[in-house]
Nanobody
Framework: QVQLAESGGGLVQTGGSLRLSCAAS????????MGWFRQAPGKERELVAS????????WYDDSVKGRFTIYRDNDKNKVYLQMHGLEPEDTAVYYC????????????????????WGQGTQVTVSS
């Protein structure tokens, strides 16, 4: 059974930084496009960053571009989300996701209905 385990969330002040990690198991990690979604209270889950199988291509939502960096280590079966310049609007549960479409080419088009999910990690940014 595929497992994605996030860690690294927490409480941080505005302007602070956090690094989220996601450890994957029971899948051939390098075959999957990976992404980070987030869901704030009362809002839909949204894709904020994604990365290609080899790590050479990345995509970011405009709201996080220039502040967040996604990267992966295929030898360790991990994907990371480095977050700088955090703002209260970034407060959400962050979810790691693996795209079920092994032939996916558009890394910006991860379908939340067709991914494996982690359990999520809470990020809270205080003003």
């Amino acid at each position: 059974q595929v497992q994605l385990a996030e860690s690294g969330g927490g409480l941080v002040q505005t302007g602070g930084s956090l690094r989220l990690s996601c450890a994957a198991s029971e899948l051939t990690f390098r075959d999957y496009v990976m992404g980070w979604f987030r869901q704030a209270p009362g809002k839909e889950r949204e894709l904020v960053a994604s990365i290609s199988r080899g790590g050479g291509s990345t995509w970011y939502d405009d709201s996080v571009k220039g502040r967040f960096t996604i990267y992966r280590d295929n030898d360790k079966n991990k994907v990371y989300l480095q977050m700088h310049g955090l703002e209260p609007e970034d407060t959400a549960v962050y979810y790691c996701a693996a795209d079920l479409d092994l032939r996916a080419r558009n890394i910006a088009a991860m379908d939340p209905a067709r991914v494996y999910w982690g359990q999520g990690t809470q990020v809270t940014v205080s003003s």
